[in-house]
């Protein structure tokens, strides 16, 4: 008995050490992004519990979402919930293969594995060799890799002698490297629907593909990602942290986006640091054609960097001027494709890419879950529009229309100076928040973003030949539908009025403790602390006492102090 008892014991310390590490773990993968991440006047790094969403409050308007039992069988495991506890909750018919649940939505921003395992792709046979590889690999380490392959040692180079092995030696440039982001299309995303991307599937035995590549800062967010893809810095030098921040005045919370100054005019000094297609243009006295296309202007500009607006001492070195690349977005209100002008260029192929006209034209070809009776109807449903096949093949058409205008037409695929095209396929990104990527709805963007994929990388191989390189990536992962992880949503009204309890009464609608919030670091308003004799601990703890459905939503919350140097 006392053998049995000491075997107990003994087991009981090993589980218990085991568990420690696996705490220890995430702490340190949180704390190493938060390093990467923090601001000059970042005071606090927030880590919610897992499942959780800090964000915006929540739409008034609910989403009918589709799914099958299969599919949302096979990613339960990661949320702790089983079948039986699903078919309870949502009292689902126990011999239904099929079914629907009203949502409301979910989002995107923490360490977690949901939010930061992404999968990477990198085609390019005469400069690649094909693997499947397990080195750690973030979004940063794309444009080093690029700058190995045209031999071009940029201002945020990282250190890529660990992949030495995936380089041929080829002292030829290609003429083309294009990189395909598939928005919110981290792992979760495939491992939901199996099957639905064979092309894909099938690119992973003709290229370099990382299976274990992550979001390695602060915030798992369009705008962070986007910009660590485009130069290769992390959010400490690039001062692109979030893709909003949040404020308090007058009673009400204010929200800034990213690369907008406080007037909401552009602002790209916002972005502190270069673009690799910044310097390989100017490297090349603009020769190079530079594209840049999603919908979204903070995944664009992320991309691109700064265009004409860019300067730098080779520039006045030069005495040569930056130019203004092709780098557009859509115009919601004009539903049509727009830029800022100042720096950057429209492509004319976009003017034949009206919204409405678009979806007029193919909805007999495309059977889904959008349909809009007048452009009005579409402007008001535009965030489904953006998350159905539509968007998919508006996206794929006009990229590949942008191509030959500007480097096809122009004969510059054959002049000898690599060009770089990025573009964001972002319809996964929209049906993921509105939907949840577990739906049949995000299954079937999936499958058409495959599919656009596919048709990229046929144009390329019959334009190009071999002399191509095609990079394919996410800019981060997503929760799961808080109703299928039973996960919390917390606003951030309500995370501003609880803070400011801490004030006398009559002054908590004026001013904030917080100066600032997004949705991981938070800035103190020391002014107002020192005023009414409010100490950090007291917003800590404040913060760690905030509750849910009774249910305490902040996991830790840490000092900058308390964050250490865990840089690569």
């Known amino acids: 008995m006392k053998n049995q008892n000491s075997i107990k014991q003994k087991y009981g310390l090993i589980i218990g050490f085991l568990f420690i590490l696996i705490n220890c773990g995430w702490e340190e993968d949180y704390k190493r992004a938060a390093f990467l991440s923090m601001q000059p006047d970042t005071d606090l790094i927030l880590a919610p519990y897992p499942f959780n969403i800090f964000d915006r409050e929540a739409r008034d308007a609910i989403t009918l979402s589709h799914y099958s039992k299969e599919e949302i069988k096979n990613i339960l495991e990661d949320h702790d919930l089983s079948w039986e506890e699903l078919k309870t909750q949502w009292k689902l018919d126990a011999e239904e293969e099929n079914f629907s649940k009203e949502v409301n939505y979910t989002s995107h921003y923490t ?12 085609y390019g046979p005469k400069w690649i060799r094909n693997g499947q590889y397990s080195d750690p690999i973030n979004q940063q380490h794309i444009p080093s890799i690029y700058g190995r392959l ?16 995936i380089f041929q030696n080829q002292k030829e440039k290609p003429e083309i490297i294009v990189t395909v982001v598939v928005d919110q299309g981290g792992r979760q995303l495939y491992k939901a629907h199996k099957g639905s991307y064979p092309f894909l599937e099938g690119l992973k035995n003709n290229s370099a593909y990382f299976k274990k590549a992550k979001v390695g800062h602060l915030e798992s967010h369009t705008a962070v990602g986007h910009m660590a893809i485009g130069t290769g810095a992390f959010p400490k030098d690039s001062k692109i942290f979030s893709n909003e921040i949040y404020s308090y005045a007058d009673g009400k919370v204010l929200h800034r986006p990213v690369y907008q100054g406080a007037n909401k005019d552009w602002d790209l000094s916002e972005l502190a640091v270069p673009s690799f297609a910044d310097e390989w243009d100017l490297f090349n006295n603009n020769e190079p054609v530079v594209i840049s296309q999603c919908y979204a202007a903070r995944a664009s500009v992320g991309m691109a ?16 001027s930056s130019d203004s690349d092709h780098v557009y977005w859509q115009d919601i209100k004009s539903l049509s494709w727009s830029t800022y002008t100042n720096a950057f260029l429209t492509p004319n192929s976009a003017q034949k890419y009206n919204l409405y006209k678009f979806y007029l034209e193919n909805k007999k070809q495309i059977s889904t879950h959008f349909e809009a009776k007048d452009p009005i ?11 159905s096949e539509f968007q998919v093949k508006m996206d794929g058409e006009l990229f590949r229309d942008t191509v030959s205008e500007t480097i096809l037409n122009t004969k510059k695929d054959k002049d000898g100076i690599t060009d770089l095209a990025y573009v964001t396929l972002k319809a996964t990104d929209a049906v993921g928040h509105l939907y949840g990527w577990e739906s049949k709805e995000a299954e079937q963007v999936l499958k058409a973003t495959d599919k656009e994929i596919e048709t990229i990388f046929q144009f390329l191989k019959d334009h190009f030949g071999d002399n191509f390189v095609m990079v394919v990536t996410a800019d981060h ?5 808080p109703e299928i992880s039973n996960g919390l949503f917390l606003s951030h009204e309500q995370f501003f009025a609880t803070v400011n309890e801490l004030l006398p009464e009559s002054e908590r609608n004026k001013r904030s403790l917080i100066k600032w919030v997004a949705h991981s670091q ?42 250490p140097n865990l840089s690569f």
Do not use: C
Not at 155 to 163: D, H, I, K, V, W
């Open 111 to 122: 360490q977690y594995f949901y939010d930061t395992e992404i999968p990477i792709w990198i």
């Open 377 to 387: 109807d579409l402007i008001a449903k535009i965030h489904h529009f953006q998350g």
């Open 305 to 320: 960097g700064h265009g004409k607006l860019f300067n730098t001492a080779l520039q006045q070195k030069n005495s040569l």
């Open 477 to 481: 992962g997503a929760a799961p539908m």
């Open 522 to 563: 938070l800035s103190f308003d020391r002014e107002l602390m020192k005023m009414y004799h409010v100490s950090e601990e007291a917003i800590i703890n404040k913060i760690l006492s905030i509750q849910v459905n009774e249910k305490k939503f902040f996991r830790k919350v840490w000092r900058r102090e308390e964050i």
């Open 150 to 165: 045209l031999d071009f040692k940029f201002s945020n180079t990282l250190n890529t002698s660990y992949l030495d092995k």
